[in-house]
């Protein structure tokens, strides 16, 4: 007799709750009984809740185990695959499924659609090149159902999405809250929001995420987070990137980005729809925290990373910030020991210590730190007062101006192509598409960064900045940790033996000299050849 498997699937897994897998199984059953075939019931293939909208169940589901099981010839030629129709192995656009059918046949396998009886292989399709027809334009049905669904799904979030701030979209929100679904109120976690709080605080305390993440799971607190590779499965530790999206969320402060679901690559990925919905969520974390650490976050790598991750002691304040003048390369701390009481250390660009191209020169830390501390009063006093906010501002309603003659744009080309159907307009609403999620892009990026640098909070790291300095036993790594928040970074020139910091407001401070050169003049004359803007610093 005959080997037969079974192949069941459907799209959700609501659908077991329900008669579709009782009626594939049955069916399979009848058939194998009626048609003399041994149906293996050790090997059944099932893809409960798998779309094959996009394929997904021939290359990550069970579908694609089929496939490989007959490559490595656990399924002999000669054997039967059952499905209860052809959508149930694939959804894609007609050519792709068809391609999908024409791989098992392929291989020698039959295969038969349990609804009307229909037997598909080589040799029957050879013979009857109707068949081919027939599974074409049931492609081309199922295909166009789904596709109709999908657009009918999201026009009903799209109407969601418009009533954002009258009743929650959706009970799923972030871990530290629970939606009582007779309210319509979201509530805290308190066991959950103390471990975001705890995130916010180490973080700002100059903790990078790797340091926390070891933290959490060295002392076993607990992970709320669904681990997305395991479906429903709590993760089951802090990752890195775990610690990295809470920090950025805009959720911890109670504000929700309407976004949707959209496939990329054949992944899915969140695209911003709208704008952003302040008061949506409880807060858990303050305005001002939750845009320090953004400060921090924007342009300047956290120092203490690698071998440094764990160090308590803070040695170097510029770690993060300092870069080379000539190359434009990160400089890093070189610690060569304390002798006869006295600490030797310099900065030395990162590009020529690996011989990259660029000249080394090891500049003497501490000549940079006094230098710093002597002039930082005056340095404080002269931050720009808001040029860099106010030309994220402008640059941000440039792209809203964009972006809305870009949705103009695509309702006259939908309108044009539900009239004529042309393939140009099509490819034309594509492209536009594309451009249009490139530009959200880019301005939910700059909306990020001018919330982190807008002026009155900018003003208020910077007092506490000045105040930290002032203090008589320095907190070091709070020092570092303000000076990424109010600076961009600290460029020096090991050829005049000064340096000057760029503010995340826009601008650079004034010159700050820790030296002076071997040859004043020469340096001099070399540097406005080179770097006239540096010659105009100095």
Not at 150 to 175: C, D, E, Y
Request: positive net charge.
């Amino acid at each position: 007799m005959p080997k037969a498997y079974s192949y069941l699937r459907f799209s959700t897994p609501e659908q077991l709750k329900g008669d579709s897998f009782r009626r594939q199984s049955t069916k399979a059953q009848e058939y194998a009984s009626t048609h003399g075939l041994d149906l293996d019931d050790t090997l059944t293939f099932q893809d409960l809740g798998v779309s094959a909208f996009r394929g997904k169940n021939a290359e990550e589901g069970q579908l694609g185990v089929f496939l490989a099981a007959v490559h490595a010839g656990k399924v002999e030629p000669g054997s039967y695959l059952l499905v209860e129709s052809l959508d149930r192995i694939s959804r894609q656009a007609a050519l792709l499924a068809l391609g999908t059918l024409t791989s098992i046949l392929a291989q020698g396998i039959t295969l038969v659609t349990l609804h009307d009886g229909k037997v598909y292989s080589q040799e029957s399709m050879t013979a009857q090149p109707m068949d081919l027809m027939y599974a074409l334009i049931g492609f081309m049905r199922a295909n166009d159902e789904s596709a109709h669904k999908s657009m009918r799904i999201k026009a009903v979030w799209s109407g969601k999405r418009a009533r954002v701030t009258q009743k929650p979209l959706t009970a799923n929100g972030p871990f530290w809250l629970r939606l009582n679904k007779a309210t319509g109120q979201w509530h805290v976690i308190p066991e959950c929001a103390v471990i975001v709080r705890r995130i916010f605080q180490e973080y700002l305390s100059g903790r990078g995420p790797t340091v926390i993440m070891s933290s959490l799971n060295r002392e076993g607190v607990p992970v709320f987070l669904r681990d997305t590779r395991k479906g429903s499965r709590k993760a089951a530790y802090w990752h890195r990137n775990t610690v990295r999206r809470l920090l950025e969320n805009p959720a911890v402060i109670g504000t929700y980005i309407p976004h949707s679901t959209q496939f990329k690559d054949r992944k899915k990925v969140r695209k911003a729809e709208g704008q952003p919905v302040p008061g949506y969520f409880p807060a858990i974390i303050d305005e001002d925290t939750f845009q320090r650490a953004q400060a921090l976050r924007l342009g300047t790598p956290c120092p203490w990373r690698g071998k440094n991750a764990t160090r308590e002691e803070t040695r170097n304040l510029f770690g993060g910030l300092a870069k080379c003048s000539r190359c434009g390369a990160s400089m890093i701390y070189m610690d060569k020991g304390v002798r006869k009481g006295r600490r030797y250390a310099y900065l030395v660009c990162s590009y020529a210590r690996v011989g990259a191209g660029c000249k080394y020169t090891a500049v003497p830390y501490a000549l940079l730190e006094e230098a710093f501390l002597r002039d930082a009063p005056v340095l404080l006093d002269s931050v720009p007062t808001g040029q860099e906010d106010s030309a994220l501002l402008t640059e941000i309603e440039r792209i809203d101006a964009a972006l809305l003659g870009s949705s103009d744009h695509l309702e006259a080309l939908a309108d044009a192509y539900a009239r004529t159907r042309l393939d140009a307009l099509l490819k034309e609403m594509q492209t536009i598409t594309t451009e249009r999620d490139a530009l959200q892009e880019q301005r939910d990026e700059l909306a990020r960064k001018a919330g982190a640098v807008a002026c009155p909070l900018a003003m208020k790291r910077l007092q506490e900045l000045g105040e930290a300095l002032k203090t008589e036993s320095m907190d070091r790594r709070k020092v570092n940790t303000l000076m990424r928040m109010v600076f961009e970074g600290f460029t020096v020139d090991p050829d005049t033996c000064g340096a000057y910091f760029t503010w995340k407001l826009g601008g650079t401070s004034q010159w700050v000299a820790f030296g002076f050169p071997k040859n004043t003049a020469e340096s001099r004359v070399t540097d406005t050849e080179e770097n006239p803007e540096t010659a105009r610093a100095a």
